[in-house]
C-alpha cells in the first residue's frame, strides 16, 4: 500500500504545486466581488470547526447590523449548480438538498443570505444579482481556503489543534490538502478546538514556523434540546437526571463530540459512529433505537446530524417518539478576540 500512496501523494502535490504557482504568477486569475469577502477555511481535510466559526462571524456582523451572506459547497447535497438556501427571511431548501451543516447555519442565522455553489465566485455573482437591490454587507465563505478563484479581503485559516498534521504529509499519504508553507497565505491563523487545560500541539508549533498565529478557539457546549413532536424544549446539559446515553453522528471526529458530552456531565454508554455527512437511512435510526431500548439508554445526537434528520419526517418522528436530544455547540475564542474582530472590522470599512 506504501508503494501505491508514495507516488499519488507525488502527483497530488505537483497539481498543487503547478495551481499554486499559476495564481502566484497570475497565469490564473481572481474575481473580485464589490462587498467585503471574508473567506474561513483549513488546511487538512476533516474537520477543523470551520461552521462554529462562520457561524461566529455571522453573528458578529449581524451585531454590526451588516446583513451577511454565507456561500458553502454544500457537502452531501443531492442538488447541483448554485441554490439558494435561505433569501434571509424564508429557509428554501432541506439538508437533502442544500447539505447539513449549510442548513444548519440558515436555521441558526435567519436573516443571513445562504447560498450553495460548487464554484463560489458563481454562488457570488448570484447574490450580485438576486439581491441587486439589497446588496449583503459582506460575503462569508464557507470553507474557502483553497477556492483561490474568488478574491478574498480576509483569509482566516483554521488549524484543528486535536489532529496532528501526520508527518506533514500531504493527502492521501496524510491529511493536508497542501503544504503546510501555504498557510502564509492566511491573514490570520487560528488554531481551534483547543483544549484550555492542555497547551501545546505539533499542528501549534508547525502552524508557528509559516505564520503567526493570532488566536486560539475553543468548542462549548451550548444547549441541550428534547426533539418534540411539537416545537424541540431546551434542558441544560448538566439536568439529563439520571439518564444514560447512547451518542450517535456522522462526523468528522465523533470522539470529540463524545467527550463534549462527558464534559457536560452526560453518561454515554453507548455510541455508533457513521461517516461524516452521511445519509441516514429508516433503517439505520431504527436499529439504533433499538439498541437503545434494549439497553434502557436515551439517544444524543448532534446539531449538525438533527438537521440530516429533519430532512425525513419520519425519522425525526421516530426520534421524537422514543426520547432523543441533539446538543448544539458554540465557538468559545479563548485568545486574541479583539485581534479577530479588529481584522473584520478593518474589511469592512
Known sequence: MRLLIAPLEGIYGGIIYIRNLFFDKGIFST?????????VGNITAGGAGKSPMVDYIVKYLLSRGITPAIISRGYGRSTKGVQLVSDGKHLLLDSRQA????????????QAIVVVAEKRVAGARFIMKRFKNRLPGAIVLDDGFQHRWI??????LLINAQEPFESNRLLPAGTLREPASCMKRADIVIISKVDPEH????????????????ARAGIRPGRLIRIERDG?????????GTLRFLA????AGPAGFQRTLEECGMDVASTVWFRDHEPYSTESVHSIIKKAREKNLALVTTEK??????????????LAEYGSYYLTIEPDILEGREKLEDMIDRVLK
Do not use: W
Request: with cysteine; charged share 20%; proline share 10%.
Open 151 to 156: 478574491h478574498r479581503d480576509l483569509d482566516i
Open 199 to 214: 497547551t501545546g500541539s505539533s499542528p501549534t508549533e508547525l502552524a508557528e514556523q509559516y505564520a503567526i498565529v493570532s
Open 232 to 240: 424541540n424544549r431546551s434542558c441544560p446539559p448538566g439536568e439529563t
Open 248 to 251: 450517535f453522528a456522522g462526523i
Open 305 to 318: 446530524d438533527y438537521v440530516r434528520l429533519l430532512g425525513t419526517p419520519e425519522l425525526h418522528e421516530a
Open 99 to 110: 447539505g447539513d451543516e449549510v442548513v444548519m447555519l440558515a436555521r441558526k442565522n435567519p
Open 31 to 39: 474575481s473580485t466581488i464589490p462587498v467585503p469577502v471574508i473567506s
